[in-house]
């Protein structure tokens, strides 16, 4: 059984800044792609940033030098921080693993709320 745990959301004022984590656990073979995507309410789910196993970013162009993806493969961790905080960031956001074998797994979310 995967599990996906998140953490590092709340309340920032607008300019502000958060690091949200994600550590996986459980029966992972080997990784392909780990990555944040972000759900307000009302609307579909989008891609914030991706990172590969080879370590190549890909972000939304909402977050392009703001935010910042990284992993700890040891750990099986992938972070996000983001600065410079927007109300139009606030979202539950979502951690996704995604496996060589192409077998996906989500988080339970963890909310960010922008707002001063």
């Known amino acids: 059984q995967v599990q996906l745990v998140e953490s590092g959301g709340g309340l920032v004022q607008p300019g502000g800044s958060l690091r949200l984590s994600c550590a996986a656990s459980g029966n992972i073979f080997s990784i392909n792609v780990m990555g944040w995507y972000r759900q307000a309410p009302g609307k579909e789910r989008e891609l914030v940033a991706t990172?590969?196993?080879?370590?190549?970013?890909n972000y939304a162009d909402s977050v392009k030098g703001r935010f910042t993806i990284s992993r700890d493969s040891a750990k099986k961790t992938v972070y996000l921080q983001m600065n410079s905080l927007k109300p139009e960031d606030t979202a539950a956001y979502y951690c996704k693993l995604g496996l060589v074998d192409r077998t996906a797994y989500w988080g339970q979310g963890t909310q960010v709320t922008v707002s001063s």
């Open positions: 990172i590969t196993r080879g370590g190549s970013a």
